[in-house]
Structures are given as structure tokens and as C-alpha cells.
């Protein structure tokens, strides 16, 4: 069976520190994978989305980044963090069908 | 502008009683919708699912319904156990650029009480 796998769970960092969040996937090959940010009080907002490796769209302008170094390995990365990167960041996961996978998330807390 | 919308925040439902969540959309073009539900500081958990073709899908104390004419869809869960309070999001998907993108309502927070 499949599995996802996000770390840390969580994490403080001050302002203007990198980032560096990583989603692994167990049990599939060639998954598209995404990342998702809930911030506060609201649903959820996909940030970036990858059909491969080293292909990577993005939905929203924003201060992150993300990479694919690997099939199943799925990176999401700042150089710099702002206060309003804080947020819960969710890995998922889909194979071909409509249905997507959420890994159990990370949540960011910048001060 | 929310093409996917959750107008109740809320809703406190008794143990055994039946809840009922709402979700609304604005394009008629989306044609697969999905349940999920999230504990917190949790990943949301897949629920059901139904497709434009079906105006109903059941699992167990879970039914989805679908109303295509007023875009509208409802998640029933019946009977209700404390275990159900958690956020349910509704989301449909948008095929693009060959993927399927999840668009997410706002969510409902569900609270079962004995």
C-alpha cells in the first residue's frame, strides 16, 4: 500500500531564515505530487504541483519554492521566510484518478 | 472569487442524529467532486467521491448527493459518532495543463456531541 511521509512535523524559524520542508511516497511510482498550504481559519491552497522529476508548476507567485530530485521525493524550500509563510504545508499525492493523497503535514511557525 | 463554497463555518449535530454538510459551486463544467475529512494538525483524509454521472454514492454512514441543476452537493453521515467532529472540506477537481487540480471549499467544522 502507499504510503506519505512529511517532516519535520513541525517547526519555528525566525524571519528571513531558509526553509526547507521535504514529502516522500512510498508504494507508487511516477506519482503527481503537490504541495498545499492551510493557513489559519481557511481551506486549502495548492502552491505548487509535479507530473516528474525536475517538473514543477506553480499555482500562486509567492516567496517559496519546490523541487522533484527525485520520483518520489518532493521538496518545498524558502531562502528567505516571511511572517506570513506561517502555516500548515500538506504533501499530497495522486496516481492518474481525480483523487489526491494528503500526507500528515508540517506546521510552520515564523517569528 | 470561490468557485467551490462551504457557507457553514459549523454545525453542532447530537450523537446518533444525522449531519448534514453543504458544499456549492459556480462551473458547471466540473464533473467529479470529493469528501474529505481533517483532524487537526492532521493531513485530510480521502472520504468519498462521486462523479457528475451519479447523483448519489454511498459508503457505509456516508452518502454523497449531487444536484447538477443547482450545483449543489450534500455529505450525509448517519448516525453521527463524536468520532466524526473534524473539518470537512468539499473539493472538485479542474483538469489542467494534464493534471487534476483540487479546488477546496473554505471547510465545515463538524461537532458531534453525546
Known amino acids: 500500500s502507499q504510503t506519505i511521509h512529511q517532516w519535520p512535523a513541525t517547526l519555528v524559524q525566525p524571519v528571513g531564515s531558509p526553509l526547507s520542508l521535504e514529502c516522500t511516497v512510498e508504494?507508487?511510482?511516477?506519482?503527481?505530487l503537490y504541495w498545499y498550504r492551510q493557513a489559519a481559519g481557511r481551506g486549502l491552497q495548492l502552491l505548487f504541483y509535479?507530473?516528474?522529476?525536475?517538473?514543477i508548476s506553480s499555482e500562486v507567485p509567492q516567496n517559496l519554492s519546490a523541487s522533484r530530485p527525485q520520483d518520489r521525493q518532493f521538496i518545498l524550500s524558502s531562502k528567505k521566510l516571511l511572517l506570513s509563510d506561517s502555516g500548515f504545508y500538506l504533501c499530497?499525492?495522486?496516481?492518474?484518478?481525480?483523487?489526491?493523497?494528503f500526507g500528515p503535514g508540517t506546521r510552520l511557525t515564523v517569528l | 472569487d470561490q468557485q467551490v463554497k462551504q457557507n457553514s463555518p459549523s454545525l453542532s449535530v447530537q450523537e446518533g442524529r444525522i449531519s448534514i454538510l453543504n458544499c456549492d459551486y459556480t462551473?458547471?463544467?466540473?464533473?467529479?467532486f470529493l469528501w474529505y475529512k481533517k483532524y487537526p494538525a492532521e493531513g485530510p483524509t480521502f472520504l468519498i467521491s462521486?462523479?457528475?454521472?451519479?447523483d448519489k454514492n454511498e459508503d457505509g454512514r456516508f452518502t454523497v448527493f449531487l444536484n447538477k441543476s443547482a450545483k449543489h452537493l450534500s455529505l450525509h453521515i448517519v448516525p453521527s459518532q463524536p468520532g466524526d467532529s473534524a473539518v470537512y472540506f468539499c473539493?472538485?477537481?479542474?483538469?489542467?495543463?494534464?493534471?487534476?487540480?483540487?479546488?477546496f471549499g473554505a471547510g465545515t467544522r463538524l461537532a458531534v456531541h453525546p
Open positions: 462551473n458547471s463544467m466540473f464533473d467529479y
Open positions: 508504494g507508487t511510482s511516477n506519482p503527481n
Open positions: 499530497a499525492w495522486s496516481v492518474r484518478g481525480d483523487t489526491q493523497y
Open positions: 462521486i462523479s457528475s454521472i451519479k
Open positions: 473539493a472538485t477537481t479542474l483538469r489542467s495543463g494534464g493534471y487534476n487540480k483540487l479546488i
Open positions: 509535479s507530473v516528474g522529476i525536475g517538473q
